[in-house]
């Protein structure tokens, strides 16, 4: 590659009579402040903000006369500016944008051109921003989540979710009817309030049979069929291993596991009796050998497994309460990322039908207050990113009443480290929950799904409703506080700060530190090729790591 001596001296001006009259010290020679010119940098400086800036810039190459650029908006560049610059011998578009200098000069500007790019501030990350880095992480989440274990929590799942509405309403009209005879009111009405209330949950393990057949693939109305068998009365006349069954006894896991056999069973049947037959032996053989597998072995078995769960949660609470819930409320969206957490509503559901109400979803609750609570300090934090603060302000009252989606994918998770910091939260106010159930006054919900402020309506407990409230509203506003103060101080480090703590106007433009980047893109395109790129979402095992650490 040849030289030619405009470059090795630095100016055209540094040759002939300036040269002569000023030596090395003529101005000509020399930039302000005593500093000896850099033409290759003048150059480059000169070139960048007309192809649209530091975050307009993905690559950078060169050849033996070209400046080889790979663009983000192709939009952003002046062409018409740029061949007029008197160092621009052309442009050519191709695969990439190349920009002519000369054989000897690009090799010089090129360095003086990346060093630009690399120093150049990160544009301002929005609220767009960590948006797709979310949704990048949802669906992340959701292909990790496709292992055959997860999918058949998932399917387990799908049976108890249509349950949920009648759970919340029937749980609302429970806690109305318990306030009304606890401040004696309306006597005439209380009985009929409580059959209501307790209508749905006597049947439930009909609807859990039913659905599960549904999900499985049977007929829904064989696997209600069999599930109905461990609700009638008359099985109290039947013993098994020398005891006497009671309706009821097996609870919604022995439902499960009926209708699971029912599906089994009718699957068998169809591949195996003929079609002119099927219509009267595969539902009768289905019910048949499902309900007397269920009435002597199923019943028995799942009634074991129902009182074991609702016998440790209570011995681990009142022996381990505050430590429980700190682990409970810390781990819950960790639990929730992989997908785990699914494995928890039969044990919710047993909880309910055994006691009235289940003592580990206010504990779990706790993980939105310290999401709330993160969110607070990510908006304090970054004073001067309009579109994230705009985000967060849109997006907490739905988290005060327990959607915490829009948060945990919107602010915290795309962050990094204020997701931890949450979880912080969340493990404090789970912890502050089960203290006061080690001490004696279980808190519990009568039903599965709402968290947050949306809680209230359906708290009950060993002691009054006002103590369980107050115990409650103690956990979430120490999730709030704990949540509030983890990542405030400990949430962001340097290089978050830099990358987000930055103002974006209502049009568009970049400002740093109150000086404007010239040809900086939008607040909602894509950072630089030189910054900090998208990472996975947080958890363990086979998730990945946070975006930020």
Known sequence: MSTDSTDSTGSTDSTGSAGSAGGAGSTANRGGAGRPRDKNRETAATILPLVGGAGNITSVAHCMTRLRLGLRDRSLVQ??????????????????????????????????????????????????????????????????????????????????????????????????????????????????????????????AVFVGHNTAKEFGGTPVLGGAVASVIVFAGVAKIEVFGRPLSPGQGGVLGALGAALLAVYVEKWCRRRVPEALDVLVTPTLTVLVAGLVTVFGLMFVAGEVSRAVGDFAD?????????????LGG????????????????????????????????????????????????????????????????????????????????????????????????????????????????????????SGWALFPLLDGNKGLGETAAIYAGGLLTGYVAGFLATYFFGFSRALLEEFDVATEETGTVVSSGTPVAGTPTAGAPASGTGPAPGPEPGSGTEPAPVKA
């Open 315 to 327: 011995w681990l609470l009142a022996h381990a309460g505050a430590g429980a819930g700190f682990v």
């Open 79 to 204: 062409d018409e500016a740029l061949r007029a610059l008197p160092s621009v011998l052309g442009v050519v578009e191709d695969d990439t944008y190349q920009i002519v200098l000369g054989p000897g000069t690009v090799a010089r500007v090129t360095p003086a051109f990346e060093a630009l790019v690399a120093a150049a501030p990160a544009p301002a990350r929005s609220a767009e921003d960590l948006a797709g880095r979310g949704e990048a992480m949802r669906a992340a989440r959701k292909a990790r989540n496709a292992t055959p274990f997860k999918l058949f929590l998932r399917k387990i799942a799908n049976v108890f979710v249509p349950l949920i509405p009648a759970l919340i309403g029937c749980g609302v009209i429970a806690g109305l009817n318990g306030l009304l005879i606890n401040l004696g009111v309306l006597p005439g009405v209380t009985p009929a309030l409580a059959a209501v209330a307790s209508g749905f949950m006597a049947l439930i």
């Open 331 to 450: 781990l819950f969206l960790p639990l929730v990322m992989l997908g785990l957490h699914q494995a928890l509503i039969p044990i919710h559901t047993t909880l309910i039908e055994q006691q009235g109400y289940t003592v580990l979803l206010p504990i779990l609750a706790m993980a939105g207050a310290g999401q709330v609570g993160a969110a607070v300090a990510v908006y304090l934090k970054l004073p001067r990113n309009g579109s994230i603060r705009r985000t967060i302000r849109s997006a907490l009252p739905a988290g005060l009443l327990g959607v915490g989606e829009p948060l945990i994918y919107g602010v915290s998770l795309p962050l990094g480290r204020p997701f931890v910091t949450a979880c912080v939260g969340g493990a404090f106010g789970g912890g502050f929950v089960g203290l006061f159930t080690m001490l004696g006054a279980k808190t519990g919900s009568t039903a599965i799904g709402p």
